[in-house]
Nanobody
Framework: QVQLVESGGDLVQPGGSLRLSCAASISIFSFYAMGWYRQAPGKEREFVAT???????NYADSVKGRFTISGDNAKNTVYLQMNSVKPEDTDVYYCNAVRRSPYSANYWGQGTQVTVTS
């Protein structure tokens, strides 16, 4: 069973930085893509950033230029570096992994809380 475990969520002041981690139980090369989503209570889960195993990345307009997704293959971990955070970045952040071979599957972590407040 594939597991994704997020960590790094915390309380941070506006303008500050935070790095989220997502540790996978298998090699991240096994996934077609890995990414981050976020969700506030009572709202839909929304896309934040994604990275494919081909090396392409994509970001939501709201985080472009402030957040960076990266991976460490040796640690089977994907990161989300969050800079210049804003109060509207406050959410539960979820790691996502998409597998296409040898079968299609979509995996989610349990989430980590990020709170941006002064």
């Amino acid at each position: 069973q594939v597991q994704l475990v997020e960590s790094g969520g915390d309380l941070v002041q506006p303008g500050g930085s935070l790095r989220l981690s997502c540790a996978a139980s298998i090699s991240i090369f096994s996934f077609y893509a890995m990414g981050w989503y976020r969700q506030a209570p009572g709202k839909e889960r929304e896309f934040v950033a994604t990275s494919t195993n081909g090396g392409s990345t994509n970001y939501a307009d709201s985080v472009k230029g402030r957040f960076t997704i990266s991976g460490d293959n040796a640690k089977n971990t994907v990161y989300l570096q969050m800079n210049s955070v804003k109060p509207e970045d406050t959410d539960v952040y979820y790691c996502n992994a998409v597998r296409r071979s040898p079968y299609s599957a979509n995996y989610w972590g349990q989430g980590t809380q990020v709170t941006v407040t002064s």
